[in-house]
């Protein structure tokens, strides 16, 4: 629920605009106060009294409306809310918060708000993947702006990729996480999830099994204890939960590089099965078939992402912790890898099939920390996840 809160919307010129007239309903229905601002390409695709008459407040059109100025000047309208959503954020609109340009309305209210700001992108898939928004994002983030999707899909243009807008219902799961207060507010915590997949040539690729259930969950749950979320993730069953800032990897090198540029963070919790190989000259064309012949493959080591984290000697997150899944002797394998990889707690399980932990919904795991190995008794992952987070909310705010 939203009772009282005040959002800042920023509607910018995407054809998703269009769903901002619903998010402004879905917010005000949850109790929310909603100020819109319209950028000039906005008015191309939602009018000015539609926005309004939904939003039933003022509406903001220009940096140099001098009747608003007096009203209320720029710098007060951006910090008078709790939550300045951006939605859509295109990606002129994503380089402008990036770089600090401030030649409108919307961009000065950016530039000039100490109040939150989660935005919600939108834009054609190229432009999603363009090196210029790989890096205006990258930026963003270490700025503290929340992201939330955008989604796979089809978009307006006819393509097909990430960049779609997220749904309504979705943004405001974001907002309500982005407000909600919990006892990890204002806490920044990195959590990796599911496989990796480490190609062998461009249809064929190895991978740990891992359905990204429990490093789903336990994103959710410390999103719920009002912790900002970053979640990167490589292909997983289970798709990420709403409201967490999410970073969609492949192979273990990329899922190390976008972890280094999510730091700094309050806490690191490393679920994610990632392949310890990869091998080592993967071929760009698919490898043909040839009778009698057996591919030889050559593997290369991945680097280890716990590991490099838990050994950094500057900027490491105070709290780092990581999983083992063993088959055997698990405390002792757990212990000895606790030491090895120099993380502080290790969540340790068993992956025998007998346990039918692995694609399960229930985990059976053991905390390792410096006071010993703590068993917890078999119970759902979303429980595990809880525990742990409230763990996580002890260990912080100690
Ligand atoms: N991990 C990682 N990067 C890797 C391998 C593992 O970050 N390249 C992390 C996992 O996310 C997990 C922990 O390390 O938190 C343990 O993973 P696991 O596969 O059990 O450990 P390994 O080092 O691969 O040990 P082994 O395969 O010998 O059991």
Redesign the pocket.
Known sequence: MLGGKRILLIIGGGIAAYKALDLIRRLRERGASVTPVLTRAAEEFVTPLSVAALAGNKLYRDLFDLTDEAEMGHIELSRSADLIVVAPATADLMAKMAHGFAGDLASTLLLATDTPVLVAPAMNVRMWDHPASVRNRALLAEDGIRFVGPNDGTMACGEFGPGRMSEPLEIVAAVEAALADGPLKGRRILV?SGPTHEPIDPVRYIA?RSSGAQGTAIAAALSGLGAEVIFVTGPADVPPPDGVTVIKVDT?RQ??EAVQNALPADAAI???????WRVASASDQKMKKTAGALPVLEFAE???????VSQMTEGRPPLV??????TTDVVA?ATA?RA??G?DW?VANDVSPATGIMGGNENAVILISDDGPEEWPRMTKDQVARRLANRLVEALTA
């Open positions: 990796t740990n273990a899922m190390l490393f679920a994610a099965a990632v392949a310890d991945n680097p280890d992402i716990l590991a490099t912790v990581g999983f083992a899944a063993e394998h890898k090895r990889k993380c290790i």
